[in-house]
């Protein structure tokens, strides 16, 4: 959203860039919270591997079909009245998967839950290209790191429960309620963006321009690894190797905290040996990790693979909003024009590894991943600065690369 030039002086936007962080922060908890009990939710609705495949479709669907919707809303109630409602409904949507007594409750539940976070999703990014702007140098990739680090929060007190062999339900119900009361005090903090009286309001429903489907392209991939790992990674090793309860949802756990650090260091990587170099590498290290999750003989090894797929994939995000922020006219439009690729692809990975599952193991569906991971090298030239000098200071682009976030 571009509102016209807004005189935040800098202490302002000093304290948005922390308010948006916490907000990213809270983001991320909500999805780690939910991807270590995907074992406890599948045991609880009998669904089968392909069953519960077919319900991680939902969140696609539902994400899809909301997110074109994003910059109208925020259009219409400004940037920090959308991204309390929208956030609101993202934490309390947590609570829903868990509730659900069988495969097609579940389906519906995750249809709502993929849908809110979608949504609040690009309000959120579209929130830190605008502070961004006005802090003068790239931040997004620490806003991102932020995200994993709500993610290993969410992770690591999902693990604990786990090990407990708790109620996912009582502790999905708590961590939503915990959830939003932060997240609404966080928004507060955030920049009270609005439109210009005499700006054209978006469509309701913003179909992806052309140029968010090229810096989609890469972004897809990288963001498929990411969804299959988060998601997949606790049942790979409980169903593979044998993993204990506790040990495979460490899994998820090693991949959320090897994406934070990555991400959270994110900005000066970048800056020092630009986007594309820097995603060609992370694409090295992503296809090496998968290939150490195919071939491992024990958890540990596994788990050191998915902490490596975690790190390599970790840049990739955050360029890929930074790139569609700096592709045209509109960069709120092309923000979920990308985000819609990218959220899409996170979201039918876990559907398409379980269905090929199905057919054949979990392991060749890691080899799938793998693949994809190593069209990150191919293609991390899409990603490479200058092609629109951004408003409001050097931006990232001075800074040979950008960065992103979540």
């Known amino acids: 959203m571009r509102g016209g030039p807004v005189p935040y002086g800098k202490e302002r936007v000093r304290r948005a860039r922390y308010a948006v962080a916490a907000v990213f922060c ?22 089968s591997p392909g069953q519960l495949g077919l319900a991680l479709a939902f969140p696609a ?11 109208a809303i925020g259009h219409r109630l400004g940037a920090r009245t959308a991204l309390r409602a929208l956030l609101a409904l993202w934490t309390l949507s947590l609570a829903l998967p868990s509730l659900a007594p069988n495969v097609y409750g579940l389906c519906g539940a995750l249809f709502v ?26 931040i997004m990739s620490s806003l991102h790191g932020m995200w994993s680090v709500g993610a290993l929060i969410g992770s690591a007190t999902g693990t604990l429960a786990a090990h407990l062999g708790s109620d996912a339900r009582l502790h999905h119900l708590l961590a939503a309620a ?48 990411e969804g299959a790992s988060l998601d997949w990674s606790a049942v790979y090793l409980k169903d593979e190797l044998g993993a204990s309860p506790g040990a495979a949802a460490a899994s998820t756990t090693a991949f959320a905290l ?18 594309t170099r820097t995603v060609r590498a992370g694409g090295l290290a992503a296809t090496a990790g998968g290939a150490l999750v195919v071939a491992a003989p024990h958890p540990v090894a596994a788990m050191a693979g998915f902490g490596l797929m975690g790190l390599g994939v970790a840049a990739v995000v955050p360029l890929a909003f930074a790139a ?26 876990p559907s398409l590894i379980g269905g090929l599952a199905d057919l054949t193991s979990l392991t060749v569906s890691f080899g799938v991943v793998t693949v994809l991971a190593f069209g990150l090298v191919a293609g991390a030239g899409v990603l490479a600065p200058g092609r629109r000098a951004r408003a409001g200071g050097a931006g990232p682009d001075a800074a040979a690369g950008g960065g992103r976030g979540a």
């Not at 669907?61 to 910059?71: D, R």
């Not at 090897?258 to 800056?271: Q, S």
């Open 178 to 225: 915990a959830l939003t009361v932060l997240g609404l005090v966080f928004c507060q903090g955030v920049l009270d963006l609005r439109s210009a009286p005499d700006e054209e309001p978006p469509p309701r429903f913003a179909l992806p321009p052309r140029s968010a489907l090229v810096i989609g392209a890469i972004g897809f991939c990288g963001v498929f690894a």
């Open 258 to 275: 090897t994406m934070a650090v990555a991400r959270l260091v994110g900005d000066r990587i970048v800056d020092r040996f630009g986007a």
């Open 61 to 71: 669907l539902g994400a899809s079909l909301a997110m074109p919707l994003a910059s």
């Open 324 to 349: 569609a922020a700096r592709s045209g006219p509109n960069p709120s439009q092309a923000i979920a024009g990308v985000a819609t690729i990218t959220y899409t692809s996170g979201l039918v990975a």
């Open 113 to 138: 839950y993929g849908a809110s976070s979608g949504m609040s999703d690009v309000v959120m990014n579209a929130q830190g290209v605008e502070v961004e702007d006005r802090f003068g140098r790239s």
């Open 26 to 47: 809270v983001h991320g908890a909500v999805a780690g919270s939910f991807a270590t009990r995907i074992p406890w939710i599948q045991d609880h609705t009998g669904a």
